[in-house]
């Protein structure tokens, strides 16, 4: 019995059981998922309520195909992916020094990772990809120069697949293991 | 596939090549600033990726030693990100299979 509410556990149990997934089936993503995916993105934290990031749905396999042959970190081709983009006029208009901000490639990872759970939460499987050619995806996806592609999420309905791990994997990560309590080197003493 | 006297050639379709060419020059770009490791990981992707082009355009390979060294690339390639003594084991030993393979060709030449 969880000491806490059924949504604050179902919650967890969505964070907890999504993995990055870079096997898909063929079947298409539906709209529907998408704009949700992306609505989820919209809730993420901006800092400063800047918002100077946009979100490309891309569906097109030939488009994809084409991303992908200059996104060395896309391992297949998925159904759909969402580039997060930087909208650098909105940056200027927003005083951003985008070259030593060190807030913009946060709000990006905040908004992949709530596009991820949601995904997730919806029975798709998703993987953010920043193993990519700026410019070559900047060409592939003719943005005009004031959008930056900065991260990929890859969605698409999983396929299952065997890991196949080798006999040196490391033990699973616990939160007791990344958590110090009140000073560094204190671990939980439950 | 065509034949020029003792050699075999195998065909990329242009936009193979193409694609070939691109993700070459990208993982170039991007083990400027990737973690140095990365660089084994790229180069023993584009030759799963080469592979994956070569039986797509050139049916005859099913049947030779490429979908099966294929699958075992995309199997433990990824143990980069989990696993890296294995991943290390595994690239340690990849190039036997295609030495092998260069070795047997030879010989039943001769």
């Known amino acids: 019995?969880?000491?806490?509410?059924?949504?604050?556990?179902?919650?967890?149990?969505?964070?907890?059981?999504?993995?990055?997934?870079?096997?898909?089936?063929d079947q298409?993503?539906?709209?529907?998922?998408?704009?949700?995916?992306?609505?989820a993105g919209r809730w993420?934290?901006?800092?400063?309520?800047?918002?100077?990031?946009?979100?490309?749905?891309?569906?097109?396999?030939?488009?994809?195909?084409?991303?992908?042959?200059?996104?060395?970190?896309?391992?297949?081709?998925?159904?759909?992916?969402?580039?997060?983009?930087?909208?650098?006029?909105?940056?200027?208009?927003?005083?951003?020094?985008?070259?030593?901000?060190?807030?913009?490639?946060?709000?990006?990872?905040?908004?992949?990772?709530?596009?991820?759970?949601?995904?997730?939460?919806?029975?798709?499987?998703?993987?953010?990809?920043?193993?990519?050619?700026?410019?070559g995806v900047g060409v592939m996806l003719g943005l005009p120069d004031h959008l930056e592609a900065e991260w990929i999420i890859m969605i698409g309905h999983p396929k299952p697949t065997q890991r196949g791990l080798g006999t040196g994997a490391p033990k699973p990560l616990t939160a007791r293991d990344l958590t110090w309590w009140d000073r560094v080197g204190h671990h939980d003493p439950v | 596939m065509t034949n020029n006297e003792n050699q075999t050639t195998y065909v990329l379709t242009e936009e193979q090549a193409l694609?070939?060419?691109?993700?070459?020059?990208?993982?170039?770009?991007?083990?400027?600033?990737?973690?140095?490791?990365?660089?084994?990981f790229r180069l023993i992707d584009a030759a799963s990726r080469l592979m994956g082009y070569l039986l797509e355009s050139n049916p005859e390979l099913a049947e030779s030693f490429m979908p099966g060294w294929k699958q075992d690339i995309d199997t433990r390639?990824?143990?980069?990100?989990?696993?890296?003594?294995?991943y290390q084991q595994f690239l340690k030993e990849a190039p036997a299979v295609i030495a092998a393979e260069i070795k047997q060709r030879q010989e039943a030449a001769e």
């Open chain 1, 44 to 135: 993420a934290s901006s800092g400063g309520n800047r918002h100077i990031h946009k979100f490309l749905i891309v569906r097109d396999a030939e488009t994809i195909r084409r991303v992908r042959s200059v996104a060395p970190g896309m391992l297949v081709e998925p159904p759909a992916m969402i580039v997060i983009l930087t909208d650098k006029e909105a940056a200027e208009r927003e005083c951003i020094q985008l070259d030593v901000d060190q807030i913009n490639q946060g709000d990006v990872g905040t908004a992949a990772m709530n596009m991820q759970n949601m995904a997730h939460a919806l029975g798709l499987g998703s993987c953010p990809v920043t193993s990519f050619s700026h410019s």
């Open chain 2, 77 to 86: 390639k990824v143990w980069m990100m989990w696993d890296r003594p294995a």
């Open chain 1, 1 to 25: 019995m969880s000491e806490f509410s059924p949504e604050a556990d179902a919650f967890f149990q969505t964070l907890k059981t999504r993995r990055v997934c870079r096997s898909y089936t």
């Open chain 2, 19 to 40: 694609d070939m060419l691109a993700f070459l020059a990208s993982a170039a770009e991007i083990s400027l600033h990737e973690p140095t490791y990365y660089g084994t």
């Open chain 1, 28 to 39: 298409p993503v539906a709209d529907a998922q998408l704009r949700r995916i992306t609505e």
